[in-house]
């Protein structure tokens, strides 16, 4: 469902990717919500939390309803699932469906934060994954059915990086909160974050030293070629699979030497983790899990489901850079957020206008001469 993970430069300098798999392509909009954006987070039964943004900060939002005529999208409606603000802090959401459950209870005059609000409450409130974790001791927060996703409560796990490199999960299963450092940077999708951890150990074995001759008695086995190396990395798409690699690359894979290098290299890395469509497919009869969204079904007369790479994105947390690319994109599509710091207003972007083929150069090589 959801790949992500954190890669470091020669210079220290953190960088960060992510993947988003479903079966459908969903109405995202890119949103830039400006320092000073007011969000009110409700939950039923509980006063309201009401908060203006000290950050500026860029999104990858998805509605959380089905628009009407009688009643339009708002950007109230609009849910961040993946951003970065001004200060090089993220926030990313990954489907976790092992989250609902009994919840501790909270005091009725208690103000509750809605998960749905929080990407657009950890971006815009503060800087550093310490300052999330500290105020999450103090801020409770609540799972709530999505009616866009047919009542289904809130099924999913939040990840957020600084500019620094530290990492944190807040991960409710079963209903229960947990916060984690995340001393490996990596993230996909169940079981439970400290299962992954402890999953590692049965690849200590791994190294990207390639061993390319063994002795067996007296014949001498030689490899033909390089890349021996990844020959203990599991290879299936399952979220156990997916964590594994992505330690491993994001471990291994060489640190550029310059921030533009190094998100070239982020973004090769993430192409380890692009699905096409149809390289996996569940029958219905199967019972395999999806994320179903109102108003969008599957296409008529496709049997099954296919979870695809429907956007990956990367994010420069030094120079506050996001890139994004669609499933309909060869190419990824750069946002500046110093140059959009003048908007005082919010701007909305359908992800419909990213996409787009690579540019044509044959001009440019008719253009050219021989040597």
């Known amino acids: 469902m959801c790949t992500s993970l954190v890669y470091k430069d020669a210079a220290g300098k953190a960088y960060f990717g992510r993947t ?130 047919g009542g289904v409560v809130s099924p999913f796990h939040y990840v957020v990086h600084d500019a620094s490199g530290a990492a944190l999960v807040l991960e409710f299963d079963q209903g229960e909160m947990h916060v984690y450092d995340n001393p490996v940077g990596v993230m996909t999708n169940g079981p439970q974050f400290s299962w992954h951890l402890t999953n590692l150990s049965n690849y200590t074995h791994l190294s990207n030293v390639d061993q390319p001759s063994a002795t067996f008695g007296a014949f001498k086995a030689t490899q033909p070629d390089s890349g021996i190396a990844t020959a203990g990395l599991p290879g299936s798409s399952t979220s156990v699979g997916r964590f594994v690699r992505a330690a491993y690359y994001a471990q291994f894979t060489e640190k550029a030497a310059t921030p533009d290098l190094a998100v070239i290299t982020l973004g090769h890395v993430l192409n380890l983790f692009d699905r096409p469509r149809g390289a996996t497919i569940d029958y219905p009869s199967a019972g395999g899990g999806h994320l179903e969204v109102e108003g969008l079904k599957e296409e008529a007369g496709t049997p099954y489901a296919t979870e695809f790479t429907t956007w990956t994105s990367l994010a420069d947390l030094d120079r506050k850079l996001f890139f994004v690319r669609t499933y309909g994109a060869l190419n990824y599509t750069r946002f500046d957020l110093s140059a959009l710091a003048g908007a005082a207003e919010p701007k909305v972007l359908p992800f419909q206008a990213l996409n787009g083929a690579a540019p044509d150069a044959s001009a440019a090589l008719l253009a050219a001469k021989a040597p």
Request: glycine letters at 6%; hydrophobic letters at 50%.
């Open 20 to 149: 988003l798999e479903l079966t459908t392509d969903l109405p995202y909009q890119m949103v830039y919500f400006p320092a000073g954006f007011s969000t009110v987070s409700q939950v039923e039964g509980h006063p309201a939390v009401t908060f203006a943004a000290r950050n500026a900060v860029l999104a990858v939002t998805m509605p959380a309803r089905v628009p009407t005529a009688a009643a339009p999208l708002t950007m109230a409606d609009l849910k961040v699932l993946e951003g970065l603000n001004d200060k090089g802090l993220t926030f990313s959401l990954l489907s976790y469906p092992t989250a609902a459950g009994k919840q501790r209870s909270v005091e009725m005059t208690r103000a509750v934060l809605c998960a749905s609000d929080l990407g657009t409450w950890v971006l815009g409130q503060f800087s550093t994954v310490a300052e999330v974790k500290a105020a999450l001791e103090a801020q409770p927060v609540m799972l709530v059915p999505l009616a866009i996703l």
